[in-house]
């Protein structure tokens, strides 16, 4: 077993200013998108031009950070917002969701690619491949944040927590005594698997021409069999639990088998339909 280390949420606090890790870890993604994005517009057949990756990372963060949030209060705390619809702005108490943020980004790549001219699916084949390793700097973020912790683990990484870092009102049905036992890192799962792993595959698939919506059928189809598979293991907020009376059905397997059909569906059509291709 593994104690989990106790890490001070603030990087660096300057008088009232504080800069959290959690904020820096979308700045990475953010950084990382960008100088991937200009990456894959220095080939010959991009879509975009790189210096026009600077507006693409622009319209994107703005999905992410207004998906996320209008995705966290609406998937995850729609209670909280008809008793007090101004919760949605109660940006402080925290609370991004990666189905919102992920939503918010289509509706942002749709305003985007109008003004470039292209294909919807052809500007989300060009960016699938660089929102993998966004994806794993906010999963190292809700790690150093000690949230979304797995169920109780025996195994030899298992992450020690005390009552203080796991808070019985917390998660679904966990309290007293068993707060102190070794849980599974899921965090670190998902920064594996969605983030690093994910990454490899659709970038190493993303140097030769694909037709127009594979990648983006493989980044929804591959996101979402990571993310359910983790379900399993990842404990359910307290105030949601598990749906429909079972031990394992969550919110997050729920948002994520959509993904996986309509990815697999993209890609059959994509390979029929497969006359034009793209760099993606």
Known sequence: MIAYPEIDPVVV????????WYGLMYLLA?????????????QSNSIIQPQQVDDLIFYGAIGVVLGGRFGSVLFYNFDSFIANPLYLFKIWEGGMSFH?????????????RRKLGCRFFELTDFIAPLVPLGLATGRLGNFINAELWGAPSNLPWAMKLSCEQFPSDRYVDFAGPLCFSARHPSQLYEMLLEGVLLFIVLWWMSAKP???????GYFLLLYGLARSSVEFIRLPDAHIGYLLNTDWL???IVLSVPMIIL?????????????NATVS
């Open 13 to 20: 606090a300057l008088g009232p200013v504080k800069v959290h």
């Open 30 to 42: 953010f950084a990382s998108a960008w100088w991937l994005g200009r990456r894959r517009a220095s």
């Open 100 to 112: 919102g943020g992920f939503l918010g980004v289509l509706v942002a790549m749709e305003v985007y």
């Open 210 to 216: 694909k037709p127009v919506m594979t990648m983006s």
């Open 250 to 252: 969550t919110k997050g």
């Open 263 to 275: 990815g697999f569906a993209f890609i059959i059509y994509a390979r029929r339909a497969g006359s």
